[in-house]
Structure formats: structure tokens, C-alpha cells
T-cell receptor
Framework: GDSVTQMEGPVTLSEEACLTINCTYTATGYPSLFWYVQYPGEGLQLLLKATKADDKGSNKGFEATYRKETTSFHLEKGSVQVSDSAVYFC???????????FGQGTRLTINP | DVKVTQSSRYLVKRTGEKVFLECVQD?????MFWYRQDPGLGLRLIYF???????EKGDIPEGYSVSREKKERFSLILESASTNQTSMYLCASSLPTNRGSGNTIYFGEGSWLTVV
């Protein structure tokens, strides 16, 4: 079945550091790929998405590129802020499927 | 903005009690979902519904049931709560894929359930 694997956390960085959170997937069809973010005490919010190969999703300085050849969708940001501290979830939805499959989440803490 | 509202943020229930978690969405979405979130396990799908009175089991339906009598409302029911159902429960909704939504799923803020 479909699955998503994220890099193990927690990840702790200093403010203005570069961020990469790795995400790889296994899917039988042509999935759409997502990054969701969960701030402390809140539900999940869509951060960005990509619906086909080579698409780049971007939002709030974060980017991720849909790489079909490596089945990856790594999340990147050039300069993180304290306010980026949250749990980040990579997810996929296979074409025609109505639901998301999530990775286990990566907790990110940014220190001032 | 899409709004998914979960009626209770924090609940404490006793083992064996029947528990209802209510969820309402205001965007006329066909699809609604209940996920459970546990540390190190990510989000796991309990049940989803793609129309009124329709439901499908997700990955971990045991011990749970659901009700979708109206399009905007999706209830999760724990028939006899147990301590291993202590968790964060997240409701979500979306348009179906054939409506061009790219399957963006919108989440509520979550309900923290503790079973003692």
C-alpha cells in the first residue's frame, strides 16, 4: 500500500539556519504530495502541495519539489525563524483516492 | 476560509463510557474524515465518509463507529471507551478529487481525549 517516510526528529536549529526535512514516498499510482504544519495546540494546516512530477510547492518561504525519479518531496527553507517551530507532516493522496496517508511527523524547534 | 469545528477540545471520560466526538464543516464538502494522532505514529485514519449516510473504514476502525446524517456533520463514536483510546482526534473535510481540489484536506483544531 501507499506509505510516506519522514526523517526522524526532533530537529533543533538556530534562527536563520537552513532547513531540510526529508520525505520519501511509495505509491502505486500518481499521487499528489503535501506538507502540513501543526503549531502547538492547534490542528493541521496545509503548508504547500504539488500535484504532478517536477511541480514545486511554496509558501511562507518553504519549498518542496515533487521528484518522481527519487520518489521524494523534501521540505526546505533557507532561513528559519523561531515562529517556524512546529510539527511538520508529509502526506500523499493517490489519484482517485479520497484520503491522505501521512508520515510520522517531524518536530522542529528553532532557538533564538 | 474553510472552517472545521470540533465541539470539544478537551474531554476526560471513564473506561466503558460511550463517547461522542462531534465535527461540523461549513464549506459543503462531500468528504469528511476522522484521524487519530499519536506521538511517533503520525496520523492514522479511523473512518471517512464521502457522502451523507456513507462511510468507509480507515486503517484503525476497531473500537470506533461513525455517523453522517447531515452533510455538514460527522460524528465519531467510541462505544465503550478504553484507556488505549486516549489520544488526539482530528476531524477533517475536503471536496472529492473530481472537483479539482487537488485533495486539499482541511482540519479542525483537534479533540484531546483522556480515558481514565
Amino acid at each position: 500500500g501507499d506509505s510516506v517516510t519522514q526523517m526522524e526528529g526532533p530537529v533543533t536549529l538556530s534562527e536563520e539556519a537552513c532547513l531540510t526535512i526529508n520525505c520519501t514516498y511509495t505509491a502505486t499510482g500518481y499521487p499528489s504530495l503535501f506538507w502540513y504544519v501543526q503549531y502547538p495546540g492547534e490542528g493541521l494546516q496545509l503548508l504547500l502541495k504539488a500535484t504532478k512530477a517536477d511541480d514545486k510547492g511554496s509558501n511562507k518561504g518553504f519549498e518542496a519539489t515533487y521528484r518522481k525519479e527519487t520518489t521524494s518531496f523534501h521540505l526546505e527553507k533557507g532561513s528559519v525563524q523561531v515562529s517556524d517551530s512546529a510539527v511538520y507532516f508529509c502526506a500523499l493522496s493517490d489519484w482517485g483516492a479520497q484520503k491522505l496517508v501521512f508520515g510520522q511527523g517531524t518536530r522542529l524547534t528553532i532557538n533564538p | 476560509d474553510v472552517k472545521v469545528t470540533q465541539s470539544s477540545r478537551y474531554l476526560v471520560k471513564r473506561t466503558g463510557e460511550k463517547v461522542f466526538l462531534e465535527c461540523v464543516q461549513d464549506m459543503d464538502h462531500e468528504n469528511m474524515f476522522w484521524y487519530r494522532q499519536d506521538p511517533g505514529l503520525g496520523l492514522r485514519l479511523i473512518y471517512f465518509s464521502y457522502d451523507v449516510k456513507m462511510k468507509e473504514k480507515g486503517d484503525i476502525p476497531e473500537g470506533y463507529s461513525v455517523s453522517r446524517e447531515k452533510k455538514e456533520r460527522f460524528s465519531l463514536i467510541l462505544e465503550s471507551a478504553s484507556t488505549n483510546q486516549t489520544s488526539m482526534y482530528l476531524c477533517a473535510s475536503s471536496l472529492p478529487t473530481n472537483r479539482g481540489s487537488g485533495n486539499t484536506i482541511y482540519f479542525g483544531e483537534g479533540s484531546w481525549l483522556t480515558v481514565v
